[in-house]
């Protein structure tokens, strides 16, 4: 099959290696990450890309997205069905699992996530990866915000002065998928967690959820035990579901 990927440039690694190891014909776009702050101009920007391909040789488009803050509720296929992970955010591509993002949740509240991909492409546009904390929105709209109007430097310095990377954090934790050299990422993440009195893990990372979304292996949940992607037919639409499943489809 020839499949077409859009993904958010965090997952740039782990998509072009399982793009170069899938069985299929696997094109790939790329969307900068800041793009994630403004989730309706990144849900028009995907959309204007599916659109673009209508009638053309692709047989499914797979997004290297999860939910994102809902910048991908809404979506709708065209001619061509298209592929979604059941995810919160990319978080749950580089854990691997639902289940593995839950237990990061329950477990271990107000984490700072650091990916190498990530780090390395910060456009200076603010946003982090966080889970747990209930003032995480907020807080980040504030830093973004900050961003904007002093730049990322004095923004960091502003939110460290304040304490709020204190009051809404707790742990800084590296995702290490074993691609390419994150020395220097995991140094990062230290030296933060340091400074910050933060708690520091690493993490093993799991590209199963990136593999199996460009080697079309998209079993059915029913059938397989797992219901991990969400696969619109041409006309469906995504929407968020409130539950585990994360995302559902509806005529659009």
């Not at 969400?230 to 639409?237: A, F, I, N, R, S």
Request: net charge negative; with cysteine.
């Amino acid at each position: 099959m020839r499949l077409l990927c859009l993904t958010c440039e965090v997952l740039a690694r782990p998509v072009y290696l399982a793009a170069a190891r899938s069985p299929h014909i696997v094109d790939i776009e790329m969307f900068r990450r800041g793009l994630h702050n403004e989730p309706a101009d990144l849900r028009a920007r995907l959309q204007e890309r599916i659109d673009a391909h209508i009638g053309g040789r692709y047989d499914y488009i797979t997004m290297g997205y999860g939910l994102c803050g809902q910048a991908t509720a809404g979506l709708t296929a065209r001619d061509i069905p298209v592929v979604i992970p059941r995810a919160h955010d990319c978080i749950t591509l580089f854990l691997g699992s639902r289940e593995a993002y839950q237990y990061q949740f329950e477990n271990f509240s107000g984490t700072y996530w650091y990916v190498q991909d990530y780090i390395e492409r910060d456009d200076g546009q603010g946003g982090s990866l966080s889970l747990g904390s209930a003032a995480d929105s907020g807080m980040n709209k504030t830093y973004e915000e900050y961003v904007r109007k002093f730049g990322k430097e004095n923004a960091d310095y502003l939110m460290e002065v304040m304490g709020a990377w204190q009051k809404h954090y707790k742990r800084a934790a590296y995702i290490e998928l074993g691609i390419g050299d994150g020395s220097q990422v995991e140094a990062k993440a230290r030296g933060e967690a340091a400074r910050r009195g933060w708690t520091f893990d690493r993490v093993a990372g799991d590209m199963v959820l990136i593999r199996r979304l460009l080697e079309a292996d998209w079993a059915d949940g029913a059938a397989a035990g797992r219901d991990d992607f969400l696969v619109l037919k041409p006309g469906e639409q995504v929407k968020m579901t409130y539950d585990a499943g994360v995302i559902g489809c509806a005529l659009a």
